[in-house]
């Protein structure tokens, strides 16, 4: 792999010295030394934007997912040792089938954002000079890939030195361009940044120099200017090189069940903003599609995922100083930003009843997503110069809206039948509860679903499933229901059995519609409790 794992930076002067070899090894650093290193230890505070516009081709779809971006530790939510990655994730949600061959987030037209702030040194000028030397590079590319369809179209040869002769004084144009200086009072400098400019002026000046001297040369052939825009890109990639970038990619994780499932990474200097075209980021606040990648080395990637994508995402990215966040906020003019502060309900089912207490209880009644956090509505507070904007709503999950057979042309209905006995070794008797879906919630029986739902023919009759751990009549047991633990085989301390009842129905038609659930028949096992926040000035 490339490498996922952020591990730390090392802040070092390196010196070759000609000559004999020191007589001490290690050395202490002197006080002198230590006063000259502190200005290139100074922070900026830096602020990272991500907007998420859609989330497709999902391999996994058994679990709620959610995507994270990070820089270095900052935001990193598993290993928040910052405390910065509360707003560096998007909501968790669970995938919908699309109706074809993949799973998508059903984000619909709220879109999540994510902002990780993050403190830096200030090497922009650095970064800008990669920007500005790479979109030369980009440009004299894409100038010859333009005249190499040309020659495939058997273009005559007079057509092509025009394109190239024309091309000429754009390269020249873009080339004599300076390269960022550093600010005064901004940006510390040492000695290598100063021989780097030297190096790179004079390169740069040379190819100027070439360049104006092919194009006052009548006798210049289209192979003698392949050749030189060639050499031009390959020297300009040498160039972008920059042995003292210290500002971490980001990377952009798509978590599952708490897992981290699949990254993207885009250097910081690709997203980078900056108020002059040419030193900006090639994908700074632009809409692209990604293809995210899975993690680890590709021969220890599991055999049934390799020849699958993780996820494809369409993402807005940004990355800049506090003091140019303006630019960011003035770029989304197509939605409306919102703010939501949010609290989880959680409740665990004690003898078919739901409660917020109880030895079950492992979470608080009121927590983050987490459930690590205990965050009662009372204890929220406002920022200054914020106010609240309505009161608490129930807000569930936007994929509980789709029904389960959403996008499915051929889909198995399952139901539970459970029985029960008050005293070990007795009788089995059917449940007061009797048909549920797996979670235990209630749901109706098979007799009550003698019609499909509209759209739908059944293919088969209801059918006891006893391709799974369960004893020949397709029951599985335990002693109490609530805590689980089901096995096969029937002992006299259990007092509960189960076994799943399964029909298949198939659609009329194959309209490509997807089935919305009314919101009143939707199912919320943990309520969200959001509620808006809106800023006063």
């Keep these: 792999g490339e490498g996922v794992a952020y591990r730390g930076r090392v802040f070092i002067e390196l010196v070759t010295v000609l000559g004999e070899t020191p007589l001490e090894s290690l050395i202490d650093i002197s006080n002198s030394e230590i006063v000259r290193s502190l200005p290139f230890q100074s922070r900026k505070k830096f602020k990272l934007h991500a907007v998420f516009y859609d989330a497709t081709m999902l391999f996994e779809h058994t679990s709620m997912m959610e995507f994270e971006v990070s820089m270095g530790n900052y935001g990193n ?6 405390g910065s990655a509360n707003s560096s994730t998007t909501p968790p949600t669970n995938p919908v089938f699309d109706g074809t061959s993949y799973y998508y987030l059903p984000w619909g037209t709220a879109k999540p954002c994510a902002q990780v702030v ?55 144009a873009q080339l004599i361009k300076p390269l960022p200086n550093a600010e005064t009072g901004r940006h510390y400098t040492n000695e290598l940044d100063r021989l ?19 194009k006052l040369k009548p006798q210049t052939t289209s192979k003698e200017f392949e050749e030189a825009f060639f050499d031009i890109c390959n020297t300009l990639q040498s ?10 990619d980001v990377i952009i994780w798509l978590l599952c069940s708490g897992k981290r499932f699949a990254y993207y990474r885009l250097p910081a200097h690709e997203v980078l903003y900056s108020a002059q075209k040419d030193r900006k980021g090639r994908l700074c606040g632009k809409l692209h599609t990604i293809t995210m990648k899975w993690p680890g080395k590709e021969s220890e990637i599991e055999k049934d995922k390799r020849n699958f994508l993780p996820a494809q995402v369409r993402v807005k990215v940004w990355l800049g100083t506090q003091s140019n966040e303006h630019d960011w906020l003035s770029s989304e003019k197509g939605g409306e930003l919102v703010v939501y502060a949010e609290t989880y ?6 003898v078919g009843k739901w409660t917020t207490g109880g030895p079950l209880m492992s979470r608080p009644a009121w927590s983050d997503v987490t459930g690590n956090i205990s965050l009662p509505q009372k204890n929220f507070q406002l920022p200054p110069d914020w106010r609240w904007e309505g009161d608490w709503y129930i807000s569930p999950d ?25 005293l070990a070794g007795a009788q089995w008797q059917p449940k007061a509860n009797g048909w549920t879906d797996i979670a235990g919630d209630k749901v109706p029986s098979k007799s009550e679903r ?54 298949t129905r198939d659609t009329l038609t194959t309209a490509e519609s997807v089935n919305l659930l009314p919101m009143s028949q939707t199912k919320v096992r943990q309520i969200n409790n959001l509620q808006h926040l809106l800023c006063t000035t």
């Design 239 to 248: 160039l972008e090189a920059e042995p003292q970038n210290s500002m971490p």
């Design 450 to 503: 003698v019609n499909p739902p509209d759209g739908w023919k059944w293919e088969d009759d209801w059918t006891i499933d006893i391709n799974r751990a369960v004893d020949e009549e397709g029951y599985e047991y335990c002693v109490n229901q609530t805590l689980g633990g089901w096995c096969p085989t029937d002992k006299i301390f259990h007092l509960n059995r189960r076994r799943r009842w399964f029909r």
């Design 345 to 350: 309900e959680n409740q665990t089912n004690i």
């Design 77 to 82: 939510k598993l290993e928040d040792v910052l």
């Design 196 to 214: 780097r400019r030297q190096l790179r002026d004079k390169i740069i000046g040379d190819m100027i120099v070439n360049l104006e001297a092919m």
């Design 398 to 422: 936007i994929s509980a809206r789709y029904a389960d057979d959403a996008g499915h042309n051929k889909f198995t209905e399952e139901v539970y039948e459970h029985q029960s006995r008050l």
């Design 118 to 172: 993050a403190e830096w040194e200030d090497i922009t000028f650095r970064l800008e000079a990669i920007n500005q030397l790479s979109k030369i590079r980009l440009l004299i590319n894409g100038i010859l890939s333009s005249i190499k369809s040309l020659k495939t179209k058997n273009t005559a040869e007079d057509i092509i030195l025009r394109q190239y002769r024309q091309s000429l004084d754009l390269v020249i």
